[in-house]
């Protein structure tokens, strides 16, 4: 028989807060591979 697995203090932390999305379902914050800049001048 194996032991249960417990979370460990780092994962703790990194998903306090964090709620389900109501839509996905998803549990962890999504990680976006794109960003956007605005900029005074060209």
């Known amino acids: 028989m194996t032991k249960p ?3 460990r203090f780092d994962t703790l ?3 306090a807060g ?3 999305d109501p ?3 998803a549990r962890a ?3 976006y591979q ?3 800049f605005v ?3 060209s």
């Open 5 to 7: 697995k417990t979370t």
């Open 23 to 25: 839509a996905t379902g």
């Open 39 to 41: 900029f005074r001048d």
């Open 29 to 31: 914050t999504p990680i």
């Open 13 to 15: 932390t990194l998903h």
């Open 34 to 36: 794109s960003a956007s």
């Open 18 to 20: 964090a709620r389900p």
